[in-house]
T-cell receptor, first 113, second 115 residues
Framework: EADIYQTPRYLVIGTGKKITLECSQTMGHDKMYWYQQDPGMELHLIHY???????EKGDLSSESTVSRIRTEHFPLTLESARPSHTSQYLCASSEYVGTDTQYFGPGTRLTVL | AQSVAQPEDQVNVAEGNPLTVKCTYS??????LFWYVQYPNRGLQFLLKYITGDNLVKGSYGFEAEFNKSQTSFHLKKPSALVSDSALYFCAVRDSLDSWGKLQFGAGTQVVVTP
């Protein structure tokens, strides 16, 4: 199992709430990623980071924002949650050099009512 | 641009029979190819990868994959499937010419192994 953690695992909230999904890794990886995945469907990259103070938007437009203040921590924030944000969010990390094998956390399943 | 295709939404196999999950790719440079497995309500778990060298790659849980450059394929195989292999399988590709190194994932193939 990879040393990458996500909290909470499950979250049910009401529309309009601000939420932060936490992701931490203890492998010292420079690169980190956020993917959005509807159940049983393909992954869509929504944010990624090269390292501290580096963040980029991914292939799928997302209303979420991310920050990278520490190497090991890559939180994702939704300022005002909507039902369309209901999905599973997967965090991953990889080394900067080499083959960039990505290792994934267990995911956060978000439901917005 | 890189792309990957998994032509089968679902593969059904009886326990003990060989399992094959298909993947084809397209890249500009050389491909770095990966297979991941996802169990219900879990993240993706790395199975194996091909970077260079021997075309037959062995990975976790008895899985292997064969890289075929002429057919641009990287099919996942297991000689004897187990019920516990039932899961969602993703193929992914990275283009060696992509300086950032983003992975492109396929749409996934659901594997159902029946007793």
């Amino acid at each position: 199992e990879a040393d990458i953690y996500q909290t909470p695992r499950y979250l049910v909230i009401g529309t309009g709430k601000k939420i932060t999904l936490e992701c931490s890794q203890t492998m010292g990886h420079d690169k980190m990623y956020w993917y959005q995945q509807d159940p049983g469907m393909e992954l869509h990259l929504i944010h990624y980071s090269y390292g501290v103070n580096s963040t980029e938007k991914g292939d799928l437009s997302s209303e979420s924002t991310v920050s990278r203040i520490r190497t090991e921590h890559f939180p994702l924030t939704l300022e005002s949650a909507r039902p369309s944000h209901t999905s599973q969010y997967l965090c991953a990390s990889s080394e900067y050099v080499g083959t960039d094998t990505q290792y994934f956390g267990p995911g956060t399943r978000l439901t917005v009512l | 641009a890189q792309s990957v295709a998994q032509p089968e939404d679902q593969v059904n196999v009886a326990e003990g029979n060989p399992l094959t999950v298909k993947c084809t790719y397209s890249v500009s440079g050389n491909p770095y190819l990966f297979w991941y497995v996802q169990y219900p309500n879990r993240g993706l778990q790395f199975l194996l990868k091909y970077i260079t060298g021997d075309n037959l790659v062995k990975g976790s849980y008895g899985f292997e994959a064969e890289f075929n450059k002429s057919q641009t394929s990287f099919h996942l195989k297991k000689p004897s499937a187990l019920v516990s292999d039932s899961a969602l399988y993703f193929c992914a590709v990275r283009d060696s010419l992509d300086s950032w190194g983003k992975l492109q994932f396929g749409a996934g193939t659901q594997v159902v192994v029946t007793p």
